[in-house]
């Protein structure tokens, strides 16, 4: 029961999280994306939330990571200040390592879950976060690559992305 609260508060925090995101991105096709994962977040609260109360509750599959991975194929660089930069790896690296926590979390209490439903929900989140995981890391790599290039935009071997 208290895990459940505990897993209801975690998502919260990451929708409210991923919307002061989108707020800080509303001029960038971030911002599209942070909505995204802050919608995906609201959405396993409410599931846990029903779960806690016992509630009749559908699971339905997002299309976060496709949509996301349509909206970085569309961005060649993001260009922006190399202080905005850091700034934004270091808020999309302590997002990372907490979509890895959920990750923990959730498989933790699927190896304890009771009953296939329990499992069905557990099972799920572990999947969404993981996709959000994968989105995020392709943030942290889009960022890192305009920074590396900035620093080194005449030399050197660049990857194809």
Request: aromatic letters at 12%; a negative charge; hydrophobic letters at 35%.
């Amino acid at each position: 029961m208290n895990d459940l609260k505990f897993a209801i508060t975690m998502e919260l925090d990451g929708e409210k999280y991923y919307r002061q995101q989108a707020e800080i991105n509303k001029n960038n096709s971030l911002y599209t994306v942070c909505l995204m994962l802050a919608n995906d977040e609201k959405n396993h609260a409410r599931f846990l939330t029903d779960t806690l109360n016992k509630k009749f509750y559908q699971l339905v599959d997002t299309t976060t990571l496709s949509t996301a991975k349509n909206i970085f194929q569309g961005m060649s660089d993001i260009q922006i200040a190399g202080k905005e930069i850091a700034s934004q790896l270091d808020f999309y690296r302590i997002a990372l390592e907490k979509e890895k926590q959920s990750i923990d979390f959730y498989t933790k209490y699927y190896a304890k879950a009771e009953g296939a439903k329990e499992k069905e929900l557990f099972e799920y989140l572990i999947r969404q976060e993981k996709q959000h995981f994968e989105v995020l890391n392709e943030l942290v790599s889009l960022l890192s690559h305009a920074e590396e290039w900035v620093e080194n935009a005449e030399f050197g071997i660049r990857k194809e992305y």
